[in-house]
């Protein structure tokens, strides 16, 4: 697969042999040239790097899972998921895939041809300097980067060094300083000096991983001196919470412990504190980078929970008398009730704690997805999609709701209510995923080789395992509890037109799907979500794309035109080097329709998603969470996909929402369109102007769009007439966020069905089969319901000898030539008056009814609302 984070099949045998490394829990690993990824589900690395795109990531093995009911993971002959040989999602030419940003891979008329750019929307590793693309003609190579090298290993262990701060290029913070008084923060808040606000800050906590070999695993002797400590005042607006936080420079690669956060709220009954972070150890998975991986097994740790139980301390600070809560590490049947499967200390600013609870148990959906483990300790799991995105939330204590729920600690748009987030620090666990499941799923049989058993807590933790005092722990400090999403980002007063309510499920299909919803009102039937900006830089770096602002203001004024009630755009301009412009000006048009979060975190690794170091896209991964978790509680419907990608009611239907009314008659959560290229039609783009350069010799053309045509008729030229065969594995989806608990760009990754035991399932009446596959979804019926038309746009380079390759009787022709009305491929060869060899079909209906629809909405100046 391709994208971010995904590519290759399984684990990767490097150097052509395979070593079992086991550090951490019994011997240190050292990762060179000839590492060597897990050998369970390990293939050998045969794939070269493709240029991907910005926005719309393929991953790899997910959709569907081996319909064997075997239990045996051992017979599984080392693929994970009946799926693992899916391609890259980018159309393939000559064996490399060319752009594809989803909704940001148009090359505008001011696009740079053949220029490389350094350092965009990417944090660059130290030591990495002009990395070219695998891609690239002048850089081929199927190993990677060449000169990608890591700061020495040993530096990330020696005390003070930064820990992986040093290879993400970056030195010790300037205000990293021991634990101590804080000078009071001043600033003027509604006129008045705000001068004791409680300052964001991180507890850097030393981490020995050599403990880790000891069994029972030794208590922490940690103190407050031996925090460091960060702080970040600069984290001060709850409407600029998702731009002022510290994402790009986080505490993490310091103490990988403390999770890499890329967003947090409240949900909307003000019951929890929702975070949305990522796996930071995926950002970079290659071979050169065993020792920084790591560093950061802390940061998968996370990930899986830990059973604890509460015990009074008789000795507090200083050796005084305590009365204060402390956490012990346990068994599952010790575990206090609400602590069974936790991770985190949540400690308010009012005093009280809770204990976090996970979206979805990890393991388990490894389990029913068949794959050998959830994590390796090499690194090498970036193709498991699930354990990208670490999604935990913090229990509101019962006195705090209401006030949370109502937002009243916001004042100003500050808060004035926090929570500190305390890490419970044990070993990543590695291997199958069945040797700790929690309680709930009891009755899953324990898989695995003879050599391997059951995670034994009282043997690796022993029996008395107290956690330090809060005071003496790492911890992220003074988190803002901020107001409900609707209340921070939506005016209450517009666009309540659009509000329906939500049926809920039936009988019949809450007892299908083994869970009820309440029947409660909905603001909106159907939300969309992008994360987008204004420019961007491909994969590699490799083109500048600049027309994304004339792009958005059409793929937004077509969706509303279709039935869409609310768009959320997670914008992403700011992160780019040339940035400054952002989409401000497009989203303020549409008042009330249009929800735009400044969104500035740059994605960690802008590579491909196949080869070694595989992308990661960290920013569009967390964005897509956020929007789902703030706002899809808000909706029926919810679809996230991208401004080239347009989802258009066919046959007797003129909106989405009578489609997904239908949808739920039948019972279906989720919604998949299914995805081909379209071509531009050569006579509604501007007239060819032909230039040679060292890529080109033989001359090419910038495929540009006339200004007084839409995007959406010039690329109304199909491949296939429907229903298309010949397909891109890119679907897009529109799902019951209600239903869906991770969605990953393509796929309905977890659900609330995939999520039950054996025994809730069979109390469902729900067949049960250890390999999940999702039984409410449809592909939808592209003639008669609705289908995707995917404008994504051909660049310069793509057009290399057209004026021959599009003459010839099977031509290798990316740009459009229709088929005359009546005529197909099964007529042979059919060619235009100009001697051009037809290539695409048009589609009627969008043709004849959404153009003119699109053209008479855009014709119609819509004035930014004044401030």
Same mark, same amino acid.
């Given at each position: 697969?391709?994208?971010?984070?995904?590519?290759?099949?399984?684990?990767?045998?490097?150097?052509?042999?395979?070593?079992?490394?086991?550090?951490?829990?019994?011997?240190?690993?050292?990762?060179?040239?000839?590492?060597?990824?897990?050998?369970?589900?390990?293939?050998?690395?045969?794939?070269?790097?493709?240029?991907?795109?910005?926005?719309?990531? $393929?991953?790899?093995?997910?959709?569907?899972?081996?319909?064997?009911?075997?239990?045996?993971? +051992?017979? +599984?002959?080392?693929?994970?998921?009946?799926?693992?040989?899916?391609?890259?999602?980018?159309?393939?030419?000559?064996?490399?895939?060319?752009?594809?940003?989803?909704?940001?891979?148009?090359?505008?008329?001011?696009?740079?041809?053949?220029?490389?750019?350094?350092?965009?929307?990417?944090?660059?590793?130290?030591?990495?300097?002009?990395?070219?693309?695998?891609?690239?003609?002048?850089?081929?190579?199927?190993?990677?980067?060449?000169?990608?090298?890591?700061?020495?290993?040993?530096?990330?262990?020696?005390?003070?060094?930064?820990?992986? #701060?040093?290879?993400?290029?970056?030195?010790?913070?300037?205000?990293?300083?021991?634990?101590?008084?804080?000078?009071?923060?001043?600033?003027?808040?509604?006129?008045?000096?705000?001068?004791?606000?409680?300052?964001?800050?991180?507890?850097?906590?030393?981490?020995?991983?050599?403990?880790?070999?000891?069994?029972?695993?030794?208590?922490?002797?940690?103190?407050?001196?031996?925090?460091?400590?960060?702080?970040?005042?600069?984290?001060?607006?709850?409407?600029?919470?998702?731009?002022?936080?510290?994402?790009?420079?986080?505490?993490?690669?310091?103490?990988?412990?403390?999770?890499?956060?890329?967003?947090?709220?409240?949900?909307?009954?003000?019951?929890?504190?929702?975070?949305?972070?990522?796996?930071?150890?995926?950002?970079?998975?290659?071979?050169?980078?065993?020792?920084?991986?790591?560093?950061?097994?802390?940061?998968?740790?996370?990930?899986?929970?830990?059973?604890?139980?509460?015990?009074?301390?008789?000795?507090?600070?200083?050796?005084?008398?305590?009365?204060?809560?402390?956490?012990?590490?346990?068994?599952?049947?010790?575990?206090?009730?609400?602590?069974?499967?936790?991770?985190?200390?949540?400690?308010?600013?009012?005093?009280?704690?809770?204990?976090?609870?996970?979206? =979805?148990?990890?393991?388990?959906?490894?389990?029913?997805?068949?794959?050998?483990?959830?994590?390796?300790?090499?690194?090498?799991?970036?193709?498991?999609?699930?354990?990208?995105?670490?999604? @935990?939330?913090?229990?509101?204590?019962?006195?705090?709701?209401?006030?949370?729920?109502?937002?009243?600690?916001?004042?100003?748009?500050?808060?004035?209510?926090?929570?500190?987030?305390?890490?419970?620090?044990?070993?990543?666990?590695?291997?199958?995923?069945? $040797?700790?499941?929690?309680?709930?799923?009891?009755?899953?049989?324990?898989?695995?080789?003879?050599?391997?058993?059951?995670?034994?807590?009282?043997?690796?933790?022993?029996?008395?395992?107290?956690?330090?005092?809060?005071?003496?722990?790492?911890?992220?400090?003074?988190?803002?509890?901020?107001?409900?999403?609707?209340?921070?980002?939506?005016?209450?007063?517009?666009?309540?037109?659009?509000?329906?309510?939500?049926?809920?499920?039936?009988?019949?299909?809450?007892?299908?799907?083994?869970?009820?919803?309440?029947?409660?009102?909905? #603001?909106?039937?159907?939300?969309?979500?992008?994360?987008?900006?204004?420019? =961007?830089?491909?994969?590699?770096?490799?083109?500048?794309?600049?027309?994304?602002?004339?792009?958005?203001?059409?793929?937004?004024? @077509?969706?509303?035109?279709?039935?869409?009630?609310?768009?959320?755009?997670?914008?992403?301009?700011?992160?780019?080097? +040339?940035?400054?412009?952002?989409?401000?000006?497009?989203? *303020?048009?549409?008042?009330?329709?249009?929800?735009?979060?400044?969104?500035?975190?740059?994605?960690?690794?802008?590579?491909?998603?196949?080869?070694?170091?595989?992308?990661?896209?960290?920013?569009?991964?967390?964005?897509?969470?956020?929007?789902?978790?703030?706002?899809?509680?808000? *909706?029926?419907?919810?679809?996230? @996909?991208?401004?080239?990608?347009?989802?258009?009611?066919?046959?007797?239907?003129?909106?989405?929402?009578?489609?997904?009314?239908?949808?739920?008659?039948?019972?279906?959560?989720?919604?998949? @369109? $299914?995805?081909?290229?379209?071509?531009?039609?050569?006579?509604?783009?501007?007239?060819?102007?032909?230039?040679?350069?060292?890529?080109?010799?033989?001359?090419?053309?910038?495929?540009?769009?006339?200004?007084?045509?839409?995007?959406?008729?010039?690329?109304?030229?199909?491949?296939?007439?429907?229903?298309?065969?010949?397909?891109?594995?890119?679907?897009?989806?529109?799902?019951?966020?209600?239903?869906?608990?991770?969605?990953?760009?393509?796929?309905?990754?977890?659900?609330?069905?995939?999520?039950?035991?054996?025994?809730?399932?069979?109390?469902?009446?729900?067949?049960?089969?250890?390999?999940?596959?999702?039984?409410?979804?449809?592909?939808?019926?592209?003639?008669?319901?609705?289908?995707?038309?995917?404008?994504?746009?051909?660049?310069?380079?793509?057009?290399?000898?057209?004026?021959?390759?599009?003459?010839?009787?099977?031509?290798?022709?990316?740009?459009?030539?229709?088929?005359?009305?009546?005529?197909?491929?099964?007529?042979?060869?059919?060619?235009?008056? +100009?001697?051009?060899?037809?290539?695409?079909?048009?589609?009627?209906?969008?043709?004849?009814?959404?153009?003119?629809?699109?053209?008479?909405?855009? *014709?119609?100046?819509?004035?930014?609302?004044?401030?």
């Amino acid at each position: 697969g391709g994208g971010g984070g995904g590519g290759g099949a399984g684990n990767k045998i490097l150097g052509g042999r395979a070593i079992r490394r086991n550090f951490g829990g019994g011997g240190q690993a050292a990762f060179g040239s000839d590492a060597a990824a897990e050998a369970g589900g390990a293939e050998i690395d045969e794939s070269s790097d493709v240029d991907g795109s910005n926005g719309d990531d $393929q991953e790899e093995g997910e959709e569907g899972a081996q319909d064997d009911d075997d239990d045996n993971i +051992d017979d +599984d002959d080392d693929k994970p998921a009946a799926d693992d040989d899916e391609t890259d999602n980018d159309d393939l030419d000559d064996g490399r895939a060319e752009d594809a940003r989803g909704d940001e891979n148009a090359i505008g008329n001011n696009a740079d041809a053949g220029m490389k750019f350094k350092g965009r929307n990417v944090v660059q590793p130290f030591q990495i300097h002009n990395a070219v693309d695998d891609d690239d003609e002048r850089a081929d190579n199927e190993e990677g980067i060449d000169d990608a090298k890591v700061v020495d290993a040993g530096a990330i262990h020696e005390e003070g060094s930064g820990g992986a #701060r040093a290879i993400f290029g970056r030195a010790d913070a300037q205000n990293t300083k021991a634990d101590g008084p804080t000078p009071p923060a001043t600033k003027r808040t509604g006129g008045a000096l705000l001068s004791d606000r409680p300052v964001l800050k991180a507890y850097i906590e030393p981490i020995d991983q050599d403990d880790w070999k000891i069994k029972p695993l030794p208590a922490r002797s940690t103190s407050s001196a031996t925090l460091k400590v960060r702080e970040y005042p600069e984290v001060d607006s709850c409407r600029r919470l998702t731009e002022q936080f510290p994402i790009d420079d986080p505490p993490t690669d310091e103490d990988p412990f403390l999770p890499w956060i890329h967003d947090l709220f409240p949900t909307s009954d003000g019951k929890y504190i929702q975070f949305v972070a990522q796996n930071r150890r995926r950002c970079q998975s290659g071979k050169d980078y065993g020792e920084l991986k790591r560093f950061l097994q802390p940061n998968v740790a996370l990930f899986q929970h830990v059973p604890v139980k509460r015990v009074e301390s008789g000795v507090g600070k200083d050796g005084a008398a305590s009365k204060a809560t402390r956490y012990r590490l346990s068994t599952h049947d010790e575990a206090d009730p609400d602590a069974v499967a936790t991770r985190f200390i949540c400690r308010f600013s009012t005093g009280q704690e809770t204990l976090s609870v996970f979206n =979805f148990d990890y393991d388990y959906h490894t389990y029913r997805k068949r794959y050998k483990s959830t994590f390796t300790e090499e690194g090498f799991d970036n193709h498991i999609l699930w354990n990208s995105q670490l999604l @935990f939330k913090c229990p509101v204590p019962e006195e705090l709701i209401e006030t949370v729920n109502a937002g009243t600690s916001v004042i100003d748009d500050e808060a004035t209510l926090f929570v500190d987030l305390v890490p419970i620090r044990t070993p990543p666990r590695y291997g199958y995923p069945t $040797q700790f499941l929690q309680p709930r799923y009891k009755s899953v049989p324990m898989v695995g080789a003879d050599d391997e058993f059951e995670f034994d807590a009282e043997r690796e933790w022993g029996k008395e395992h107290i956690l330090p005092e809060i005071g003496s722990s790492g911890r992220w400090e003074n988190l803002p509890i901020c107001k409900p999403s609707l209340m921070t980002y939506v005016d209450d007063e517009s666009g309540n037109e659009n509000r329906g309510k939500d049926k809920g499920l039936t009988l019949s299909q809450e007892k299908e799907v083994g869970y009820t919803t309440d029947n409660e009102e909905k #603001r909106w039937k159907t939300i969309a979500c992008t994360w987008t900006s204004a420019s =961007f830089f491909t994969r590699g770096e490799r083109r500048h794309v600049t027309d994304n602002v004339k792009r958005l203001k059409e793929w937004a004024e @077509f969706h509303f035109l279709s039935g869409f009630d609310h768009i959320v755009i997670y914008d992403n301009s700011e992160a780019q080097e +040339d940035g400054g412009a952002t989409l401000e000006p497009i989203t *303020s048009q549409f008042p009330g329709k249009i929800t735009r979060i400044n969104w500035p975190s740059k994605v960690c690794n802008n590579r491909p998603g196949t080869g070694d170091n595989k992308g990661e896209r960290s920013s569009q991964y967390a964005a897509e969470s956020s929007c789902r978790l703030r706002f899809g509680e808000h *909706s029926e419907w919810l679809g996230s @996909f991208d401004i080239d990608e347009y989802m258009v009611p066919m046959g007797d239907y003129m909106s989405m929402a009578d489609i997904l009314s239908d949808m739920d008659k039948q019972g279906v959560k989720i919604l998949t @369109f $299914q995805s081909m290229r379209a071509w531009p039609r050569m006579e509604l783009l501007e007239k060819p102007e032909k230039f040679v350069n060292e890529r080109c010799p033989e001359g090419c053309f910038h495929p540009k769009v006339q200004d007084d045509v839409t995007f959406m008729q010039t690329y109304n030229c199909d491949q296939e007439r429907p229903p298309r065969k010949n397909l891109m594995p890119a679907e897009k989806q529109i799902y019951r966020p209600s239903y869906v608990t991770l969605h990953f760009v393509h796929y309905s990754t977890v659900t609330k069905v995939s999520q039950l035991s054996k025994e809730e399932t069979e109390q469902a009446g729900i067949d049960w089969r250890r390999g999940y596959k999702e039984l409410a979804v449809k592909i939808v019926d592209e003639e008669k319901e609705a289908t995707m038309l995917h404008t994504k746009s051909v660049v310069w380079d793509q057009t290399k000898k057209w004026e021959k390759a599009c003459k010839l009787n099977n031509p290798i022709c990316k740009v459009g030539f229709p088929f005359p009305d009546g005529k197909d491929r099964s007529d042979g060869v059919v060619r235009n008056e +100009d001697g051009y060899t037809c290539n695409c079909f048009v589609n009627k209906k969008i043709e004849s009814v959404w153009v003119p629809k699109l053209e008479a909405a855009l *014709s119609i100046k819509l004035e930014p609302q004044a401030q």
